[in-house]
């Protein structure tokens, strides 16, 4: 592989529950490399989980201190990252994305009903109907998610497996040929 790209070799992002941190961990084992998920290094940032975070400082404050980690990542950081579903929302985020080797991971919504169960642990669920908050939030992001995005995948049916097998191409055609790829909007 080239040594010319600094940061993650990949940068993985999407809606709640679309796989983005187990597909990450297979896609750094397949390829060799370390992986992180930026959610469990805020936890540790932050020596509190994700849900005593926002009990304590609110939303404000958990998107302060993913914003803070994931700067932290992409300038040291090496092989798999896969982000928060909401971290490409925060708008100082975005410019730092948009020279990164980014995947969109999209499901529908009969797979998220299948894998958010109550929404415990997710914040950003808590309320009377989860899947309805994950499908008003997932098309309110959507947007600002395809346009971050190098490359887009539909994660809903493929097996784990399968899916990081699939970015690993994806990717492995990228480095042969680094003008390749989406057009950045
Ligand atoms: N392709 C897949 N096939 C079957 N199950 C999957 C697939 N991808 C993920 N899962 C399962 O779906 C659940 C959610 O996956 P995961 O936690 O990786 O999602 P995420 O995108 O990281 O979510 P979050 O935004 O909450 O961090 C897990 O139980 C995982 O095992
Ligand atoms: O979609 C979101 O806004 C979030 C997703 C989770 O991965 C965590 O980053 C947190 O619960 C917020
Ligand atoms: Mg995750």
């Known amino acids: 592989m080239s040594a010319a790209r600094s940061g993650p ?3 993985l992002i999407g809606p709640m529950a679309a796989g983005k941190s187990t597909i990450g961990r ?3 084992e397949l390829l060799g490399v ?4 930026l959610d469990d290094l805020v936890v540790t940032a932050a020596g509190r989980s994700i849900p005593e975070i926002f009990a304590d400082g609110g939303e404000v404050a958990f998107r302060r201190l993913e914003e803070q980690t994931l700067r932290e990542a992409l300038a040291h950081g090496s092989g798999v990252l896969s982000l928060g579903g909401g971290a490409p929302m925060t ?3 975005q410019p730092l994305l948009r020279t990164a080797p980014v995947v969109l991971l ?5 797979t998220a009903a299948r894998r958010i169960g109550s929404g415990e ?5 808590d309320g009377e109907d989860p899947l309805e908050r994950w499908t008003r939030l997932t098309a309110q992001r959507s947007s600002t998610y395809r346009a971050l995005a190098r490359w887009q995948i539909d994660a809903s049916t493929e097996s784990v497996p399968g899916l990081a097998r ?3 191409r994806l990717l492995s055609s990228d480095i042969d040929t ?8």
């Open 9 to 11: 070799l990949a940068v």
């Open 26 to 28: 297979h896609l750094a």
């Open 34 to 37: 370390p992986f992180h998920d």
């Open 91 to 93: 708008t100082g985020v």
């Open 106 to 110: 999209e499901i529908d919504r009969a």
């Open 121 to 125: 642990g997710r914040p950003m669920l």
């Open 166 to 168: 699939r970015i690993a």
């Open 178 to 185: 680094p003008t390749s790829g989406k057009d950045r909007p």
